[in-house]
């Protein structure tokens, strides 16, 4: 079992940053790749930015590359999402999820989620 916690939501406005945070505990030497989602009300559940957990491979969608960093502090057993210059229709709310196994990075691929941290960008 592999237990996620993330930090790090709030409201900002448009062309600001964030930096979110999702701390792993438990059995996270099994953890293969870990991953930032994101849900918009009327919306399916989304990739953001994927990661190995080794960090050979990064994968990110492209309505947030240029703009967003995924990174991991293998140490702290940390998952980190830098977002910069962010629009409104990046408003959502933000899961980190971490898969057992190599896969697509698409939500059906994780095996363990967090709760979620609310990220609201005005215009």
């Known amino acids: 079992q592999v237990r996620l916690a993330e930090s790090g939501g709030g409201l900002v406005q448009a062309g600001g940053s964030l930096r979110l945070s999702c701390a792993a505990s438990g059995r996270t030497f099994t953890t293969y790749g870990m991953g930032w989602f994101r849900q918009a009300p009327g919306k399916e559940r989304e990739v953001v930015a994927a990661?190995?957990?080794?960090?050979?491979?990064?994968d990110y969608a492209d309505s947030v590359k240029g703009r967003f960093t995924i990174s991991r502090d293998i140490a702290q057993n940390t998952l980190f999402l830098q977002m910069n210059s962010l629009e409104p229709e990046d408003t959502a709310v933000y899961y980190c999820?971490?898969?057992?196994?190599?896969?697509?990075?698409?939500?059906?691929?994780?095996?363990?989620w967090g709760q979620g941290t609310q990220v609201t960008v005005s215009s």
């Open positions: 990661i190995t957990w080794r960090g050979n491979i990064i």
């Open positions: 999820g971490a898969a057992r196994t190599p896969g697509p990075p698409v939500s059906k691929s994780y095996d363990y």
